[in-house]
């Protein structure tokens, strides 16, 4: 079954406590996305990766690190992380070619920062 | 850069009724849009995909969608709907932007469905 996973799907923890959020497919697809959902302001774009080695920032990049070091993951990185991170994450990926195969999605990773 | 507008934050319909959800999208060029649904709790479902040719898209759940260039408008609609529709539904505009094929989503829309 073709999945994006992400996990974990709950995370509570505290202003500076480093965190990893990981994001696997089994779609074998080139892009990659990391999002954030708050409301009102839709699904808003962090950083993405077209290929293994290869990323570039979003819309709302600054707090946030990623990396590909193979094709199948793509971890977002919170070095130190702050109250207003607190929101609602979307891991995607796609085909380069939106019109094989458009983004598919995990099912999301809620993150409190306190 | 392209973007989308979904002027409607929440629609309550009736079971039954017919809906129809608005979006207006901007770009210079003919776009990829796109229709998804998040039902409470979970990650996004594409609901269907317009790239080129017939204006008007089939989806998946009933829906259907219609391509307007004069208007820049890519509008979601269902001529009846079910209690199990109410969610949240997105529209996003798809673009090349330098070698990456970038998705840009709206605000959203929250549908609501009373019996």
Not at chain 1, 35 to 45: F, I, K, N, S, V
Not at chain 1, 68 to 89: A, G, H, M, W
Not at chain 2, 31 to 38: A, G, H, S, T
Request: glycine share 8%.
């Amino acid at each position: 079954e073709a999945q994006v996973t992400q996990n974990p799907r709950y995370l509570i923890t505290v202003t500076g406590k480093k965190l990893t959020v990981t994001c696997s497919q089994n779609m074998n697809h080139e892009y990659m996305s990391w999002y954030r959902q708050d409301p009102g302001l839709g699904l808003r774009q962090i950083y993405y990766s077209m290929n293994v080695e290869v990323t570039d920032k979003g819309d709302v990049p600054e707090g946030y690190k990623v990396s590909r070091k193979e094709k199948r993951n793509f971890p977002l990185i919170l070095e130190s992380p702050s109250p207003n991170q607190t929101s609602l994450y979307f891991c995607a990926s796609s085909s380069r070619d939106l019109r094989n195969q458009p983004q598919h999605f995990g099912d999301g990773t809620r993150l409190s920062i306190l | 850069a392209q973007s989308v507008t979904q002027p409607d934050i929440h629609i309550t319909v009736s079971e039954g009724a017919s809906l129809e959800l608005r979006c207006n999208y901007s770009y210079g060029a003919t776009p990829y849009l796109f229709w998804y649904v998040q039902s409470p709790g979970q990650g996004l479902q594409l609901l269907l995909k317009y790239f080129s040719g017939d204006t008007l898209v089939q989806g998946i759940k009933g829906f259907e969608a219609e391509f307007k260039r004069s208007q820049s408008s890519f509008n979601l609609r269902k001529p009846s709907v079910h209690w199990s529709d109410a969610a949240e539904y997105f529209c996003a505009v798809g673009a090349k932007t330098g070698g990456y094929q970038k998705v840009t989503f709206g605000t959203g829309t929250k549908l609501q469905v009373i019996p």
